[in-house]
């Protein structure tokens, strides 16, 4: 398992979420196999992985939705599910959509919730639910009959009811499914907002796109277990750059390039030109500059250098084994 652990585990009351070894098994299957969650409060944490990863599983033992098998779990400070009625009222959430009654509309369903909920004050409701339809963009379809909206406004409607009160976390559950890429666009715009208020958001996809587009951190799932973890920034830097060098003299550049502590290859697999070397740029910060230095004062003839950073698509691939889409 390559896993990016910060060097400092951050203390527990700077965490939005935690978890240990969380476990969840449906007869045989183990759909989350002792998952290390760790999402630092005010981040953007993309829980990403292919259908079948072990998200929504994931998603629904965070919430008490659904009982671990094993494992413990920490939301705001608060142990789960113990911490249930403390935590829940401080976390917005949408997975799989709320149930909406298809003959009200919009606006009339999301009264309806909010009035369902006892920490939400009665006289500031139709205000709130006015923000809320306007935060997700459906000011104009705030009086239509829920049965005519698309999936997308559905989607929208959803989390303009984990909008309807100030969270301290909002738990997203693949919020752009069903989305044109404009509806896509404006969740998010909104995330990104949302996170400038103050608010944690751990938002799932299986769009490696869009963790890149959204998220300030992230953990990647692949068959229920997390195969990577930290921000995006360490996430990027895992798997190794490596220097490409064309010559004519591929013996000398061999030679230089070992004494220089690298470990070449002549003619890799991905390139059986014989007059290519390459390297991988293992461990410490090397300078490219001395490595040309290098093999220009021993001889070398160098017809072509290049410096190669496998993309985050190219290192997800290789941790998961499964190609992302990656559309918009
Ligand atoms: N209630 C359930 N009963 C049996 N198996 C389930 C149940 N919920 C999910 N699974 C299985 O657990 C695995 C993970 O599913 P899920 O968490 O929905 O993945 P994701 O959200 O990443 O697409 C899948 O193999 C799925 O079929
Ligand atoms: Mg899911």
């Known amino acids: 398992m390559t896993s990016v652990t910060p060097e400092l ?21 183990t759909a989350v196999n002792g998952i290390d969650l760790t999402v630092p409060r005010g981040s953007v944490f993309g829980f990403l992985g292919p259908n079948g990863s072990g998200k929504t599983t994931t998603i629904r033992m965070l919430l008490a939705l659904s009982q671990a098998t094993s494992g413990t779990i920490t939301v705001l ?28 509309s919009g606006a009339a369903n999301l009264r ?9 004050p009665g006289q500031t409701r139709r205000a709130r639910v006015h923000l ?15 049965q005519a909206y698309s999936l997308g406004m559905k989607q929208r409607l959803g ?18 499914n069903g989305l044109d890429p404009q509806g896509t666009r404006e ?21 490696l796109a869009e963790v890149e587009q959204m998220c300030t951190h992230a953990a990647v799932m692949s068959a229920g277990s997390i195969v990577a973890q930290g921000t995006l920034a360490a996430l990027r830097a895992v798997g190794e750059a490596r220097i490409r060098v064309r010559t004519p003299d591929t013996a000398g550049a061999l030679r230089v390039l070992t004494h220089l502590g690298l470990e070449p290859t002549r003619a890799p697999l991905d390139d059986p030109d014989p007059n290519v070397v390459v ?8 300078l490219p500059e001395a490595i040309v230095t290098a093999l220009v004062a021993g001889g070398v003839r ?9 993309s985050l698509e190219e290192r997800f691939v290789a941790l998961t084994g499964e190609g992302f889409d990656v559309v918009q």
């Open 302 to 310: 160098i017809r072509g250098f290049a410096i190669e950073d496998p």
């Open 77 to 104: 400070g608060q142990s789960m599910p113990a911490g249930l009625h403390e935590v829940l009222p401080r976390v917005g959430a949408l997975v799989e959509g709320p149930a909406f009654y298809p003959f009200l």
């Open 132 to 146: 809320a339809l306007e935060r997700v963009g459906l000011t104009h379809a705030a009086d239509k009959k829920v």
């Open 112 to 120: 309806r919730l909010d009035t369902a909920d006892r920490h939400a």
């Open 9 to 29: 585990t951050p203390p527990a009351q700077s965490l939005a979420i935690e978890s240990r070894s969380l476990t969840k098994r449906f007869g045989r299957q």
């Open 159 to 176: 989390i303009a009811n984990a909008l309807l009160l100030p969270r301290e976390l909002l738990i997203l559950d693949e919020p752009t």
């Open 187 to 207: 969740v998010r715009s909104l995330v990104r907002s949302l996170a400038a208020e103050g608010t944690t958001v751990f938002v799932s996809s299986h769009l």
């Open 279 to 286: 390297a991988p740029l293992v461990g410490d910060s090397w």
